[in-house]
């Protein structure tokens, strides 16, 4: 067997996922599916520079800014400005592929950059005093992680057995391709199509990938919303919003030079010295993303520098910092989403979909009925809870933009904004990767 390592590839996706590897018609591999390629070839590819790109991103989160203003159940149902905006924007695209056969390219080099700001922004929200009551929150969710990788690979396994499929299929379309998102079915498709004659393993990875980030940013904050109402919640904090504002404050935003340079210079010196002890780490042999890395070194520098230099002007609970955080993520995510290539979903049909639908209402229940439970049935963990589904459906990103939606309606919860994040961002890569492992042994024997 193909021996794949132990790496955390959790991720978003790139904008050249492979595609086309396989056109056996009408079945393949046990799948009662079309295919798993475009349903035809680009006539033209429009490839747009970087800064291209960026301005692009900057229209579609203006644009979803603007649809959750004024269609009045986006707001209500706190789904993501970022995630309304990128997916109407990839809806856009895809119908431009299908109708005229021209696919547009996108250079997402910055993209990457946002991310580790973004992080950096979360580690220096991040006091002692969070972290502490965080603690037992933070080991009980990393347990319910664990938990649900299991039970996402036993319900796509079972599944694709029922309907006569690739037993492997079920791992494409379970923790693989949704806890693990787009980077965790790339790097482990190589292995599954050697190790059980799947061919096209990267394009069922793939699709499933693309469905639970569009899932997970759709459903998580309507979720949140249903946890908070049915059980007549509110925030158990005055603070001030990890990322972005209340939608009541935003009209009432005052800002000034020096602290968003304060800011600034802050979050470039926490996320140099991330990159380096990113550097560090992998000397040591651990593979990390650069964002992991970057969210420590915040952790650390916030919990220590104010305590050493207390005079010294410091960014943690201030404006400029949630006014960076909310924008490196929103155009982070939109990037992301406007990039996504949709058309491959017209092909997701037959025990795929199947698999998919099974376990978003699997994943949905879960949470809604059990962990929500489990981590207290407070107002934290009704916000943990709906950004949960963010992650084990689609991505980290994807967790934090659905948890800034419910706060900006509902009020603060700082805890959610580190325990969530460093779930979804270190623990539950480890253990997808040994989880997968296991499953793939055990099924070889």
Known sequence: ????????????????????????????????????????????????????????????????????????PLREWNIPEPVTGGVVASMAFGALYLVAGTQVSFTLDWRDGLLIVFFTTIGLSANVRMLASGGAMLATLTLIAVAILWVQNGVGIAIANLLGANPATGLLAGSLGLSGGHGTAIAWAPTLKSTFDLPNAMEIGTAAATFGLVIGGVLGGPLGRFLIRRHQLHPQTAERTSVGF??????????????????????????????????????????????????????????????????LPWPTGTPPLALVADLALGLFLAMSLMSLQLWTLLDVAGPLFAILVVQTAVCWGLLTWVVFRVLGSTYDAAVSTSGYFGLAMGATPTAVAVMTAITKAHGASPRSFIVVPLVGAFFVDIANAITIQTIIRLMGH
């Open 246 to 311: 209340e939608y009541a404050e935003e009209a009432k935003l005052k800002l000034d030079v020096d602290g968003m340079l304060q800011t600034l210079l802050v979050i470039a010196i926490a996320a140099g010295i991330g990159t380096e002890l990113n550097a560090l780490v992998a000397r040591w042999g651990l593979k990390l993303p650069d964002f992991v890395t970057a969210l420590i070194a915040g952790i650390v520098l916030t919990n220590v520098v104010p305590r050493l230099f207390p005079r």
């Open 1 to 72: 067997m193909e021996k794949t390592p132990i790496v955390a590839t959790r991720g978003l996706p790139a904008n050249d996922l492979p595609t086309g590897a396989c056109n056996c018609g009408t079945s393949c591999a046990g799948l009662n599916l079309r295919r798993f390629a475009p349903a035809r070839l680009p006539a033209s590819i429009v490839e747009l520079t970087q800064r291209e790109t960026f301005i692009l991103a900057i229209l579609v989160l203006f644009l979803g800014r603007w649809l959750n203003r004024h269609v009045a």
